[in-house]
């Protein structure tokens, strides 16, 4: 059995007010054309499929005519939803999909959803988590200590049917680390959790964290959540990552979409296929002379984030820089008087604010959602314990 992961599609995205639906319909072509050409059997999208709750027209149109063609060649597809979609609007015509081989699970009801199948191996089961947060799992299991993330889903997991003598799948979209580990993050969960404070490597988010331990019963684990192609602790378990870049922070990953082939119980192989954007995202940093130089100037329609170290300002460089670059995205300095305005601007802004607004405002920055009354607590508690009396 053949079976393509993606994630993160999030059609009808714009990234610097620059619409992303053509290099969207772009990658969901060349997705079919790999599925067809690998002859796959189907297709596991962990979450996020669309950038807003409520997805324009377009997006829905998009969407559409990838499953109706999908359908169309007999090719089975499993859907979960994750934090950017709505669990009502994905739902909907999910029992009437059933019939096209379109599988969707967009809301938690107590236990994971499964779907059983079978090649020459034996039985394959399939099962869809969609996202889920500790107070939805808690509802469904009000006996069991469930105080974070990886207690929600390692209860769901526990509770599941999983019969360790057949193939077994699971799609979940989670922000699961490694005991040793954690993922590199990407777009819009766009930093890595890492930090160096005082030569000491921390982390922060831990509330959310999902120990990849607790998939240990399935032969493959396909994730969401993160936009950064990568495996979590073992090979079966992995994020497919976004097929486009989102940000600047992207520029540098190799987008890919994961080919799983299930053989007998034990014997899972996976290739990444390289996807090829419409156009690329880069970040390109000099002076202006340096970067217009029609020597440097390389595949102009690319999207193009810029970083100029003139020391003096240039007047309209938007204006110049897209009759070389038209797909410039955005603008910025890096040079002595940014680095001083920087530094001070920040001092000023941390001595007048409050620190909850200041937390709020980092966790967005960091993770681009708003920090949980949970998050918040455990920051007020650890800033306590370091002296902080205004973290109430």
């Given at each position: 059995m053949k079976?393509?992961?993606?994630?993160?599609?999030?059609?009808?995205?714009?990234?610097?007010?620059?619409?992303?639906?053509?290099?969207?319909?772009?990658?969901?072509?060349q997705i079919l054309?790999?599925?067809?050409?690998?002859?796959?059997?189907?297709?596991?999208?962990?979450?996020d499929v669309y950038d807003r709750t409520i997805p324009s027209e377009e997006a829905v149109r998009v969407f559409d005519d990838f499953l109706c063609r999908l359908s169309s060649l007999k090719i089975d597809v499993y859907v979960i939803s994750g934090n950017h979609d709505?669990?009502?609007?994905?739902?909907?015509?999910?029992r009437l999909f059933e019939h096209s081989?379109?599988?969707?699970?967009?809301?938690?009801?107590g236990e994971i959803y499964q779907h059983k199948v079978e090649d020459e191996f034996g039985k394959v089961n399939i099962f869809l988590l969609p996202f889920v947060k500790a107070s939805q799992v808690r509802h469904f299991f009000p006996d069991k200590e469930i105080e974070n993330y990886d207690d929600a889903v390692r209860t769901v997991v526990e509770s599941a049917s999983v019969n360790p003598e057949e193939r077994n799948i699971i799609v979940a979209h989670q922000f699961v680390v490694g005991?040793?580990?954690?993922?590199?993050?990407?777009?819009?969960?766009?930093?890595?959790?890492?930090?160096?404070v005082g030569g000491e490597e921390q982390t922060v988010g831990t509330v959310e964290m999902v120990y990849a331990d607790c998939f240990e019963p399935f032969d493959y684990v396909a994730l969401g959540h993160i936009h950064a192609p990568q495996r979590i602790g073992r090979e079966e378990v992995r994020y497919s990552g976004s097929m486009l870049k989102y940000s600047k922070s992207e520029v540098l990953n190799e987008k890919s979409v994961p080919l799983i082939t299930l053989q007998e119980k034990g014997t899972v192989e996976i290739e990444l296929i390289p996807l090829k954007p419409l156009y690329d995202m880069r970040?390109?940093?000099?002076?202006?002379?340096q970067l217009l130089n029609p020597e440097n100037i390389k595949e102009p329609e690319d999207y193009i984030f810029v970083t100029l170290t003139d020391e003096n300002p240039v007047q309209d460089t938007m204006l110049?820089?897209?009759?070389?670059?038209?797909?410039?995205?955005?603008?910025?300095?890096?040079?002595?008087?940014?680095?001083?305005?920087?530094?001070?601007?920040?001092?000023?802004?941390?001595?007048?604010?409050?620190?909850?607004?200041?937390?709020?405002?980092?966790?967005?920055?960091?993770?681009g959602v708003e920090i949980s009354e949970a998050e918040m607590e455990l920051l007020k508690k650890a800033a306590k314990e370091v002296g902080i009396d205004e973290a109430d």
């Amino acid at each position: 059995m053949k079976l393509l992961h993606l994630g993160d599609l999030h059609i009808g995205k714009t990234v610097n007010d620059f619409s992303m639906i053509q290099d969207q319909e772009y990658m969901l072509n060349q997705i079919l054309n790999i599925a067809q050409e690998k002859s796959v059997d189907g297709i596991l999208i962990a979450g996020d499929v669309y950038d807003r709750t409520i997805p324009s027209e377009e997006a829905v149109r998009v969407f559409d005519d990838f499953l109706c063609r999908l359908s169309s060649l007999k090719i089975d597809v499993y859907v979960i939803s994750g934090n950017h979609d709505s669990d009502e609007r994905l739902h909907f015509g999910s029992r009437l999909f059933e019939h096209s081989g379109i599988h969707i699970a967009s809301k938690f009801q107590g236990e994971i959803y499964q779907h059983k199948v079978e090649d020459e191996f034996g039985k394959v089961n399939i099962f869809l988590l969609p996202f889920v947060k500790a107070s939805q799992v808690r509802h469904f299991f009000p006996d069991k200590e469930i105080e974070n993330y990886d207690d929600a889903v390692r209860t769901v997991v526990e509770s599941a049917s999983v019969n360790p003598e057949e193939r077994n799948i699971i799609v979940a979209h989670q922000f699961v680390v490694g005991r040793k580990e954690l993922p590199m993050m990407g777009g819009s969960e766009n930093a890595s959790v890492r930090r160096q404070v005082g030569g000491e490597e921390q982390t922060v988010g831990t509330v959310e964290m999902v120990y990849a331990d607790c998939f240990e019963p399935f032969d493959y684990v396909a994730l969401g959540h993160i936009h950064a192609p990568q495996r979590i602790g073992r090979e079966e378990v992995r994020y497919s990552g976004s097929m486009l870049k989102y940000s600047k922070s992207e520029v540098l990953n190799e987008k890919s979409v994961p080919l799983i082939t299930l053989q007998e119980k034990g014997t899972v192989e996976i290739e990444l296929i390289p996807l090829k954007p419409l156009y690329d995202m880069r970040h390109l940093k000099g002076t202006l002379e340096q970067l217009l130089n029609p020597e440097n100037i390389k595949e102009p329609e690319d999207y193009i984030f810029v970083t100029l170290t003139d020391e003096n300002p240039v007047q309209d460089t938007m204006l110049i820089f897209r009759q070389y670059y038209p797909n410039t995205m955005k603008i910025e300095y890096d040079n002595a008087h940014t680095r001083s305005m920087g530094e001070v601007e920040v001092s000023e802004a941390v001595m007048e604010r409050p620190f909850q607004e200041l937390a709020q405002d980092f966790y967005q920055m960091m993770y681009g959602v708003e920090i949980s009354e949970a998050e918040m607590e455990l920051l007020k508690k650890a800033a306590k314990e370091v002296g902080i009396d205004e973290a109430d």
